[in-house]
């Protein structure tokens, strides 16, 4: 990864006299990330282990920074690289972020976890930070932010973008919301990845006309949960199909599991006003292994129980996108809601090197450790990562090690 981050991080030179600071933007950039992929969590945390050690000479080695002879190597304090993000456009570092999920999908890495060609990006929002200060507002105390994470059978959630959500909306007169935030980021990822066959996974927030018509627009499916109390036309709708055809639009689960789907086309749900529906919906009913009852609308076609169940289990992995929020919010975690800095640039800079620390994270945990995690189960993450912090501390990085990559073959240890 060092290889690959290196000439972008180049690029993030331009507008500092390189020759007139103590760190490259490299440096300052690989300190903040390196902090969150090691679960600091806090500048404290940060700043106290900044000076142990080998670990600055490390962080020296990965951004490519020469240093003098004779001067001892240490990482920057967390108050240095504040000053940077400050004056960062926010853009640059989402390029990074763009860039790097664009490599994993062309290195193949989520083959295998696709749903009928589709990759699926689930949308949710979250709460990023809580903003200090005594004369703030409560409005503006929070700061929200809107996800797209590509979602996988074996549990990855990689973000792919973030639209940070206003706490209030001058022109408008009234809060942000998450509709709105999702019609400013939808065009931002088509025209990141144009040709990318998208599946857009939701909650039942997302279940209604305006953000079906924008993904219409952008020539993506979508596979949205549905609830009674959010879109009761639809459940009504359903209930009568169902009843009407009991037999040609149910089917039982796949062996092993306890319970029945169904599933009813758009042009079969009637509406009293005489609208059309959102979309083919598909209900499941598991009693086996576990208790679960839900239903979709999606513009999949279904037609049959394996479809539906299939369409049904792919719904359900919208979950993965609530996993990563609670890997990142953890006591243990990487800091989300924590926060960094006052400074809104500051704090939208860090949070997309938060996102990309955790992406690295779970190519390193699913890849590089699935075997050591075999023969030491009762190693939790945390473990793992004070481990590489002792690492980084005590051991320096050789040139062989700064050239690896994790490879195809590795990566397969992910989806096992």
């Not at 001067?71 to 940077?84: E, Q």
């Not at 990142?328 to 949070?351: M, P, Q, S, T, V």
């Amino acid at each position: 990864m060092r290889a690959f981050f290196l000439p972008l991080l180049s690029e993030l030179h331009r507008e500092r006299d390189e020759s007139r600071c103590a760190y490259s933007a490299g440096t300052l950039v690989w300190t903040m990330l390196l902090g969150f992929l090691l679960h600091l969590r806090t500048r404290n945390r940060m700043d106290a282990r900044r000076m142990e050690g080998g670990y600055g000479a490390n962080i020296l080695a990965l951004s490519g920074q020469a240093r003098a002879p004779g001067a001892r190597a240490r990482a920057a304090c967390s108050g240095t690289a504040m000053l940077f993000l400050m004056a960062l456009d926010p853009s640059a570092l989402a390029r990074l972020q763009t860039l790097l999920l664009e490599r994993l999908l062309r290195a193949r890495t989520l083959r295998g976890g696709k749903l009928l060609g589709l990759t699926c990006i689930a949308v949710d929002a979250t709460l990023r930070e809580r903003k200090r200060g005594r004369g703030l507002p409560a409005k503006e105390r929070k700061r929200m932010v809107l996800e797209a994470k590509i979602v996988t059978p074996w549990g990855w959630n990689l973000t792919v973008m973030s639209e940070p959500l206003e706490p209030w909306d001058d022109e408008r007169q009234k809060q942000d919301c998450e509709q709105r935030a999702f019609e400013r980021l939808a065009p931002r990822l088509k025209k990141a990845f144009p040709r990318l066959p998208v599946c857009i996974l939701g909650d039942a927030l997302y279940a209604c006309r305006p953000i079906v018509e924008t993904c219409r627009r952008m020539n993506w499916s979508y596979l949205l949960t549905s609830k009674a109390g959010r879109t009761p036309k639809i459940a009504e709708g359903v209930e009568k199909t169902l009843a009407r055809a009991p037999k040609t639009h149910t089917g039982a689960l796949p062996k092993g599991r306890t319970g029945s789907v169904g599933w009813a086309r758009a042009d079969e749900i009637e509406y009293e006003t005489g609208e059309t529906a959102l979309g083919n919906v598909v209900t499941v009913e598991e009693t086996a292994p576990h208790a679960y009852k839900g239903a979709f609308v999606t513009d999949l076609a279904v037609g049959s129980a394996a479809r539906a169940a299939l369409l049904c289990d792919w719904g359900r992995r919208r979950w993965n996108i609530e996993n990563g929020f609670h890997t990142l919010k953890g006591r243990d975690g990487f800091g989300l809601e924590h926060c960094f800095c006052n400074d809104e640039r500051a704090g939208e800079n860090l949070h997309t090197l938060m996102t990309i620390a955790h992406t690295l994270w779970q190519l390193l945990h699913t890849g590089y450790l699935k075997r050591l995690e075999r023969k030491h189960r009762h190693c939790t993450q945390i473990c793992w990562a004070e481990l590489l912090w002792e690492a980084l501390r005590c051991e320096s990085l050789s040139a062989e090690a700064l050239e690896a990559s994790v490879g195809a073959r590795r990566m397969r240890f992910a989806r096992e």
